[in-house]
């Protein structure tokens, strides 16, 4: 069985590999709608909003996890309504990066792309966890959902233990979702003025 940090280095490679190509695909695309029209704007502005939520919500778990995954069950805070928020919060930066291109169809691509990654990393973790942990994580199983938070399940810890170097370096790992922002920018200029040429024309 692979341990939990081979996991998470192979699904690093497979994120890294599938990113390859799709960045190239990225760069001779643009939104069908037109740059600065208001259906381009909004979709460009719910992206920018879902990375900053990303970042946010990626930092507010490392309060909760502290680097601890893999030795003790954490189960307050957003791991008592979701067992993946970390996860599911980059799914969401990864539906922002898309959109922040002003195109729904990119969005939501690049968000099913990272989710069948992480849908296949998170099995392996799983039965990984279960070895280690044993009932109480398979109780966990039971009673939390996977992907979709469960409100009614939460419940906090009066006091946790938090590791302040694992919090900034969570949140500049996260802040690499905001890079798509100034990246999109730029395309879109260099697109407009013909540097770059548009080959796809996404809605």
């Not at 992206?47 to 778990?61: D, E, H, L, Q």
């Not at 199983?141 to 906090?156: A, Y």
Request: charged share 15%; aromatic share 10%; glycine share 8%.
């Amino acid at each position: 069985m692979l341990a939990l940090s081979s996991i998470q280095k192979l699904r690093k490679t497979v994120l890294a590999i599938t990113a390859v190509p799709l960045a190239i695909f990225l760069l001779f695309t643009h939104s069908l709608a037109e740059t600065g029209s208001l259906p381009h704007i909004g979709v460009e502005l719910i992206g920018w909003a879902a990375i900053v939520i990303c970042i946010i919500g990626r930092s507010w778990c490392s309060l909760y996890v502290g680097g601890r995954k893999s030795e003790v069950l954490v189960r307050h805070g957003p791991y008592s309504v979701v067992r993946n928020p970390l996860y599911a919060f980059s799914i969401l930066g990864s539906v922002g990066i898309g959109l922040a291109s002003g195109s729904l169809v990119l969005g939501l691509a690049i968000g099913l792309i990272v989710f069948i990654v992480f849908a296949a990393v998170v099995r392996r973790e799983e039965r990984y966890l279960l070895g280690k942990l044993g009932d109480d994580y398979q109780l966990y199983l039971l009673q939390v959902p996977r992907w979709i938070p469960h409100p009614s399940l939460w419940r906090d810890a009066s006091t946790v233990t938090v590791s302040p170097v694992l919090i900034v370096t969570t949140f500049f790992d996260a802040m690499w979702f905001a890079l798509a922002i100034p990246v999109f920018e730029v395309l879109e200029r260099l697109q407009n003025l013909g540097i770059v040429p548009v080959l796809a024309l996404l809605p």
